[in-house]
């Protein structure tokens, strides 16, 4: 377990690469369009405000409650809200998620490094040894793929910049309901929410600050500069793809440990452990139902964050949180509440309408 001062860092910096990478690789592949439209980044920056900061508090606040990990922790949450024990199948699904978002960003960004670095070479056969480095990355030092991470995300946007790049003029278009999903995974699945990052690499933190804000307000501005750092960024020439495939690679790696060390605190068998982690990362060398994991992966997302929401908005018990986030003024209190109870719900709902409406 990392110390304080390693966390304090750790969680900004993970949520600023991590959101940067998923946008950048993931995106693309969900046919998340976003070309400079501004309509659809003021959509985003809503989303932010009124999706991703009230669940990015109710990740620390439940790190908070809980002082163990996701998988771990909801055992005690569901004892402590006199809740049905199958709340916690949203841990499961959070922890298996997360290798396979990380077999879908290996998956994309081999298909841009096939065809700007190693031409001639089969996007799959590219596909497979990423995955297999980043399986044995994961074993490394959680300080290490943070720096080889970072590093790789740096470079990928200065050699964007200096790649002569033409970037299209910003331009206001027509606001479509699709988008409203588009926002909505960026704001959420795109920065890793829902999912028990932040709440596992903030946990050290979260126990000895008294007020979560201290913990939640610089991942939720990292997050905002991830994306933001991604609307002046492209994929046009080998230098930007070569730092992005490194970056993916290790980002990859240290999604992977987080998930393995969720399901080792579970007491998990070494076996299986590794098994869950393999099996779900190379499903993307099925060629024939990548287009389908495409979708799986938005709505398992949206489905993860909306069980969270219902279930700290709904399920627990109020002054568990209240004492948890520690706001100094009830008011503060009172407008997360009514953001996870009933605004993120309806909105994730809407999302996820927004997808299927998609594929009809």
């Not at 439209?37 to 959509?43: E, G, K, S």
């Not at 479509?176 to 909505?184: N, P, Q, R």
């Not at 991942?219 to 230098?239: E, P, R, S």
């Not at 060390?261 to 060629?287: F, G, K, S, Y």
Request: proline share 4%.
């Amino acid at each position: 377990m990392q110390d304080n001062a390693m966390s304090r860092w750790l969680s900004p910096l993970m949520a600023f690469c991590l959101s940067f990478i998923i946008i950048a690789t993931v995106a693309p592949i969900v046919g998340i369009q976003t070309e400079r439209q501004l309509d659809f980044w003021l959509l985003w920056l809503g989303t932010m405000l009124v999706l991703a900061l009230p669940i990015c508090y109710l990740e620390i606040a439940l790190a908070k409650r809980s002082k163990t990990t996701a998988l771990n922790a909801l055992s005690n949450l569901t004892r402590d809200a006199d809740a049905s024990p199958r709340w916690r199948l949203v841990g499961w699904m959070a922890v298996v998620f997360i290798p396979f978002l990380a077999g879908a960003m290996l998956f994309s960004v081999s298909q841009y490094s096939a065809q700007w670095v190693v031409q001639g070479v089969a996007p799959q056969y590219l596909f497979v040894g990423s995955a297999v480095a980043a399986v044995i990355l994961s074993l490394a030092p959680r300080m290490i793929l943070a720096l080889i991470t970072a590093v790789g995300v740096i470079a990928a946007l200065i050699f964007s910049q200096v790649s002569g790049t033409a970037f299209p003029a910003w331009q206001m278009t027509a606001l479509e309901f699709s988008e409203w999903g588009s926002a909505t995974v960026l704001a959420l699945v795109a920065s890793g929410l829902g999912l028990g990052l932040y709440w596992q690499t903030s946990l050290v933190q979260a126990k000895q600050d008294t007020a979560a804000s201290k913990t939640v307000l610089p991942i939720w501005v990292a997050q905002l500069l991830a994306v933001l750092a991604f609307a002046y960024f492209a994929l046009v020439a080998q230098l930007p793809v070569i730092a992005l495939l490194v970056a993916t690679v290790a980002g990859a790696a240290l999604l992977l440990q987080l998930a393995r060390e969720q399901l080792a605190q579970r007491q998990m068998i070494v076996a299986v452990q590794w098994a869950i982690i393999v099996a779900t990362v190379l499903v993307w060398t099925i060629p024939e139902i990548t287009p389908v994991f495409h979708i799986v992966l938005v709505l398992w997302g949206l489905v993860i964050c909306l069980i969270y929401a219902i279930f700290a908005g709904w399920i627990m018990k109020i002054s568990h949180l209240r004492k948890a986030m520690n706001f100094s003024n009830e008011l503060f209190y009172n407008i997360w509440r009514i953001a996870v109870r009933i605004v993120l719900p309806l909105a994730i709902i809407l999302a996820i309408v927004s997808v299927l409406g998609q594929l009809i």
